[in-house]
């Protein structure tokens, strides 16, 4: 199985954001209330801001990471779930430790929050949810209206200028820290994960490949087919085709290799597969 690293670096660039958000919450609480001045507001929030927000970005953008590692399902929006409520608890406590330590309005006792740990707790899980569920959608809605905004003339000079019109004979997949080179034609099909793909061998193994299936369609050869906006088969691979409603199809392969479903879109595509007119 391939692990894919996980690198902090990636959310050190957000770390002005998560800031300024800080320095805005506590801004409004001081506009708010007037009973603190402005600084106490603003380090009590940039703190929060600081554990929350880090901790939801750096779960973000490892979400391939996450799915790779906690399975199924249900395993890791628990694993991510408990990780945001932490982010909260361990913010709470140092939002009280900076009121008595720093501040000296009160004398610190551990664990004396109250319904704060619960509020914070439930922010950070619906704007974490929200985020893992989400964010990565706007960069691949991006990618799909760009590839529509090219005029016919574009299309068609793209492949010609460049070396996409040589079809790639390997694709490269991590294994720790090498890179293994997977014959073309050992590949059952291709599954769309955020800006990566997933690749389906003929022994059933699933490993992650960091191209696009945006990259891989101008890539690849005539005996690989897209069946859907999710899939890129192999035909050589494809044991039968049955047809399903409104216009789909489920192919099956060989050696207990999960099958996929066509979309209604792509069912002309179909069509040429089975040599129907």
Same mark, same amino acid.
């Given at each position: ?76 929006? !628990? /694993?991510?779930?408990?990780?945001? +409520?932490?982010? =909260? #608890?361990?913010? &709470? ?6 009121? @008595? ?23 950070? !899980? /619906?704007?974490?949810?929200?985020? +893992?569920?989400? =964010? #990565?959608?706007? &960069? ?6 760009? @590839? ?120 002309a595509t179909i069509r040429k597969l089975i040599k129907i007119e």
């Amino acid at each position: 199985m391939v692990t894919e690293r996980f690198d902090l670096k990636k959310t050190v660039r957000f770390l002005p954001q998560i800031m300024l958000v800080g320095i805005g919450i506590g801004t409004a609480n001081y506009v708010m209330h007037q009973n603190l001045n402005w600084l106490q507001y603003t380090i009590q929030s940039l703190s929060t801001s600081f554990i929350i927000g880090y901790t939801l970005i750096a779960i973000e953008s490892h979400k391939s990471w996450f799915e790779l590692h906690f399975k199924p399902r249900w395993k890791l929006y !628990l /694993v991510i779930s408990v990780a945001y +409520f932490l982010a =909260a #608890f361990i913010a &709470t406590e140092t939002e009280q430790i900076i009121r @008595s330590l720093v501040f000296q309005e009160q004398q610190y006792q551990i664990l004396s929050a109250g319904n704060m740990y619960l509020f914070n707790g439930i922010i950070s !899980l /619906v704007l974490g949810i929200g985020f +893992f569920q989400y =964010a #990565f959608s706007t &960069t691949k809605n991006h990618l799909s209206v760009d @590839s529509q905004k090219k005029s016919p003339k574009q299309k068609q000079e793209t492949p010609q200028n460049s070396q996409s019109s040589v079809p790639i004979s390997h694709i490269p997949i991590k294994k720790g820290e090498n890179i293994l080179f997977v014959p073309i034609e050992n590949i059952v099909y291709f599954e769309a994960f955020d800006n990566y793909s997933f690749v389906y061998d003929k022994k059933g193994e699933k490993k992650l490949c960091d191209y696009s299936l945006l990259f891989l369609e101008t890539r690849l050869g005539e005996e690989f087919s897209r069946v859907h906006r999710k899939y890129i088969v192999n035909k050589g691979h494809i044991e039968q085709i049955k047809p399903h409603l409104n216009g789909r199809y489920v192919i099956l392969f060989g050696n207990q290799i999960s099958p996929v479903m066509s979309s209604k879109s792509y069912s002309a595509t179909i069509r040429k597969l089975i040599k129907i007119e």
